[in-house]
């Protein structure tokens, strides 16, 4: 029962950020844990970033460690996804999720998804 909606995709030459944001058609949206996820043409979906529900705690994959940043305003109604640094690799479909385990990284563990926001980044 929550709707979910992203937007800030684009492109954008490797080096350079882009910001996401995905917006929840709840005011119960402080319930959920929150991820992005990304999937890129001929790949299965990667997880991205988690973030609990009050954002104290955040978890992140590897591979963007210290160039992403999750973030959230409940009052908004609204996660994010800063992304500095971005790199070829990154190119991808990206999308958020909403749930009720904290930080997981296990796509069945959402419960609800956004349709998703295009993100290139050109060599």
């Known amino acids: 029962q929550v709707q979910l909606v992203e937007s800030g995709g684009g492109l954008v030459q490797a080096g350079g950020s882009l910001s996401l944001s995905c917006a929840a058609s709840?005011?119960?949206?402080?319930?959920?844990?929150m991820g992005w996820f990304r999937q890129a043409p001929g790949k299965e979906r990667e997880f991205v970033a988690a973030?609990?529900?009050?954002?104290?705690?955040?978890n992140y994959v590897d591979s963007v460690k210290g160039r992403f940043t999750i973030s959230r305003d409940n009052d908004k109604n609204t996660v994010y996804l800063q992304m500095n640094s971005l790199k070829p690799e990154d190119t991808a479909v990206y999308s958020c999720?909403?749930?009720?385990?904290?930080?997981?990284?296990?796509?069945?563990?959402?419960?609800?998804w956004g349709q998703g926001t295009q993100v290139t980044v050109s060599s």
């Open positions: 709840r005011r119960t949206f402080s319930w959920y844990a």
């Open positions: 999720a909403a749930g009720l385990v904290v930080g997981s990284r296990d796509p069945g563990d959402y419960d609800y």
């Open positions: 973030i609990s529900r009050t954002g104290g705690r955040t």
